[in-house]
């Protein structure tokens, strides 16, 4: 039996109460972590170069001289650790039908009403729409943040494509720290998300409530009561 | 000639430029200062110019600087580029003008312009890295200076440098060490046919409106300054034999400016892009407001028990 585009390895429900899910294995956690940290420390230096009233913050990095030196290194961390997520995720973030509905009823979506919504899979429309974005935006900025890395790079382009490797890398970080303000605000505003990033569960009420199909297609392809050793303590 | 500027007093000077005299400041908020010092300007007289390089040899006497020994490849420019040492260099360009099938030595003396509207203090994001004083001069802090590269980027001359030991950003001072003291810069005091000469901005365009009469009665018709409007004016100016064709003397761009992708980087981008990070921080805030927490209802949890065949355990 093929499993659903959505699966991803490491999915599984145990029954109980309430029912637990596992949406994320721990090795897709680490690798959430490190890049979360890395586009978090790029947003800090990268902004204090970027406008001079928040210059103070390469204080954070021990100066002006070590956030330039460091900024790059972070970047190639963050390409990497990103790399790793991307191949991890694609696939579940293919997009379907049931996806353009969503986006149509984007008000009921921002409203909270989620009976008005069609039944999704792992992810939803927004959340693959971070997934591509943030995609894009990385390899944009890492290619273009290539060009301006004066300390080793200088030489290999011309003034002129330097400076627009420095437009467009100004204007592609404001875009991806705007794609992650979306994404952490709607991991705060949907509760029961967090638990997803931290221990890789959620509860079977968070996943009927916002991803019913991909609930679905977990119970269907393992019983009940054959959901293996990791029992929750209620049973 | 040019009456030269006496020697110093042997007694010490204290120094006439100082944080009072700056009109502008790297990525700085600055009050204009009430005092405004005369401005100054060198002249680099390219007809004049007998490609001797004692104004190289000078400019690194004065700085302390080692230039490394290089290979000869073909031309008597030599090092083959401006670097972190050689804050000014003699580009040497050999020219057939088709007019008169004269072959003409065109030797220009390359460095900072010091231009009126300076690229690279608009582009470097470290405060007080890069200056400018009322009296024309642009010049580099290297305390402040983090190496970003970005005044390589805003310079529309291509001047600074980045040095690969210190990381830091190098180009001429106009000796702004000497200026302050009542000196004329290092290359403008070893010149030895006064193809350079120092003194307020007007003395100069004075100066150099002689020198343009003269090279005119010569037979260059399109004699003229080089002071180009399109970064405010320079304080480093060239009297050109061809001022029509300012790109024959190695390059010498015809219309200098700072790149308008610098203008929208430095400009537009900086106030949107700060703008659209705070709105949609915002937005999240007042969503969370209005809309409240998106919560699981203990109706889900009992949906989802009875989905994985709830009441068994």
Redesign the interface.
Known sequence: MSAPYDVESGDA?H?????QVDRYTVGARINHWITAISLILLAISGL?????SL?FL?GLFG???M???LHPWIGVVLFFSFTGMFFRFWKANLWKSEDGTWMRRIRDV???H?EKLPELGKYNAGQKLVFWGMSFLIVVLIASGVV?W??YF?TFTS??Q???A??VH??A??AI??VW??HV?AA?????TISAMTRGQV???????HHRKW??EL?SRK???NSGTRGTP?? | MFPPIPNPPVTATPAKLGDNDLIRRS??NLRVPVEFKEPVAKLIDVSKCIGCKACQAACLEWNELHEEIGTFNGSYTNPPDLTENSLTLMRFTEWVNPETDNLEWLIRKDGCMHCADPGCLKAC???GAIVQYSNGIVDFDHD???????C??GCPF?IPR?SKTD?KAYKCTLCSDRVAVGQGPACQKACPTQAIVFGTKAQMKEWAEGRITDLKSRGYKNAGLYDPPGVGGTHVMYVLQHADQPSLYAGLPDNPRI?R??E??KGV??Y???G??GF??VA?AL??LV????????E??????K????G??
């Open positions: 429900v029954p109980g109460h309430p029912v204090a170069l970027f406008h001079p210059f390469t100066g002006g001289q956030t330039r030196t921002i409203a909270g989620e301006i004066n300390a200088s003034i002129g330097q400076r627009v420095l437009l100004a204007v970080a404001v720290i705007c303000i979306i605000y705060i505003w949907v509760k029961g509860t079977g009420g968070w996943a009927w409530r609930l679905r119970v019983p009940p009561g209620a049973e | 990525a700085s994001p470290a405060p402040k200076c983090i190496g970003c590269g970005y390589v980027k291509n980045i990381h790149s992708i610098v929208a980087w981008t900086k949107v892009g700060l659209v990070i949609a921080a999240g969503h969370y809309a409240g927490a998106n919560k699981v209802t203990p889900d949890e009992a949906n989802a028990e989905l994985t065949g709830g068994r355990s």
